[in-house]
């Protein structure tokens, strides 16, 4: 498949200005190449924006027959016929609500191996100084070897669970336990005893993914958004390249805009994203414009 990608340069210091659509960077596969490698050599710092289509390229697929191996059962019962939307299904009880779940953690977070696209990224950027936004889930650039200090998964990781609630802002890693429930289930059930729960009030658990308003943003979590927030301030009259890799309306995923879209508003830094074609924040989304302008725009001057 094709992997979508999108290129936007810095263009050192400016104020008071909106962000205009400029120019294509770019018209042919070997334009696109040249400008890439021109902008490797030449950046300061790079910012890497990572959506789906990323792992997509790497063969990482949630139907097929990576589904039809681990899923066959429920699919039978249900007619579900991929994994993102049995992610969704109602089932009636936590021991099966589970037994789906602890196998879609297991092949797509525990099991599944490095994808070549990361593995050539990595290559790529292990020199210069970066960072990475994604709205991954799937643990894939740290499996990668790029370096956690310099990664934000805005939207989750598979590896984690919190309180369904929420009660409180931590969570939980569950590879011992889903590994467990993997093992142990029987008939599309868990146990009974394996269904995790909230060691502070006792609701059941759920996944730390971002799919409500009940997503926790545990310390962790801000931690990384501020290292984002202080890679921006200290490259801010530098030359940076934004770099958007697998993102955009093809891919499946809860927001079908890519990281840095133009939402709009006045620019509160210095920081000036030249497009390839604008495409603007959903205007009567007001929840994804305040998501996307907290944490995708540069940090104000």
Known sequence: ????????????????????????????????????????????????????????????????????????????????????????????????????????????????????????????????????????VDHQFQLAGFDKKRLLYTQGDYGLWQCSKPCHDRTYENEDVVRKMVAEQKDMKIPSELVPRCPLCGAPMNMNLRCDNSFVEDEGWHRAAERYNDFIRRHQNLHILFLELGVGGEYAGHYQIPLLADDGQEPKSRIRLHQQGRIPVPAGDPELVHLHRRRYRAGAV
């Open 1 to 136: 498949m094709s992997l979508r990608t999108s290129i936007y340069r810095s263009t050192g210091s400016f104020s008071g200005e909106k962000v205009s659509k400029a120019s294509p960077l770019y018209t042919t596969a070997a334009d696109k190449i040249r400008c890439l490698k021109e902008e490797l050599d030449t950046a300061d710092a790079i910012v890497i924006g990572a959506g789906a289509g990323l792992s997509a390229s790497a063969g990482m697929s949630y139907s097929g027959e990576c589904f039809e191996k681990t899923f066959a059962d429920f699919h039978q019962k249900y007619g579900i016929t991929d994994m993102y939307s049995g992610g969704f299904y109602p089932f009636d009880t936590l021991e099966e609500y589970w037994a789906w779940w602890s196998r879609h953690i297991l092949v797509n977070r525990y099991e599944a191996g490095v994808g070549k696209p990361y593995s050539d990224l990595l290559a790529l950027v292990k020199d210069k100084d970066y960072f990475v936004l994604t709205t991954n």
